[in-house]
């Protein structure tokens, strides 16, 4: 068990024969993948709220977080700024998550600012994660998640309206 993005207790996950990732994945598209949205999100690695990212892709939901590591904190603090650009360099971001489009099952609001993303399957057979962002997007997010898994394309933002006196 680990802690999920604020306290809550979160399950280790478990991945579908078509989710598995290497031990130390990094984020690369494959062939004719494009990204459709991306995020800055916080979510829990080894019962520590990290820094991350969502990525949204024609393809797949997939998770990155950033390795958290008491060394590389220890440098920022001792350091100041040479120990904090050095620290910055060693930063060490992997895919910790990765859901396809096909196996996607659900994706639901959990708290204010916090998402789940499951896919289909139970148990050993399930593949999930949590991550949090602002209230906004954390609804922004749910829908764009469930009108992807349909295979619509994402709706494009609408023009800002101009008012015109006559």
């Not at 196996?103 to 993303?117: H, M, Q, T, Y």
């Amino acid at each position: 068990m680990r802690s999920g993005p604020h306290g809550r207790r979160a399950a280790s996950h478990s991945m579908n024969r078509g989710d598995t990732l290497p031990a130390m994945a990094t984020f690369e598209l494959e062939a004719d993948e494009q990204v459709l949205d991306r995020e800055s999100v916080s979510t829990a690695e080894n019962g520590k709220v990290v820094p991350g990212e969502v990525i949204l892709t024609t393809r797949r939901v997939v998770l990155l977080a950033e390795k958290f590591s008491d060394a590389r904190m220890a440098l920022g603090l001792l350091g100041g700024l040479l120990g904090g650009l050095f620290a910055a360099a060693t930063k060490e971001v992997r895919v910790t998550h990765e859901i396809r489009r096909e196996s996607f099952a659900d994706a639901e609001l959990i708290g204010k600012k916090d998402l789940r993303v499951r896919s289909k399957g139970e148990g050993y057979a399930m593949t999930w994660f949590d991550f949090s962002t602002s209230t906004k997007a954390c609804k922004a997010w749910v829908d764009r998640l469930h009108t992807w898994a349909t295979g619509s394309p994402p709706a494009a933002p609408l023009p800002a309206a101009k008012l015109v006196d006559r």
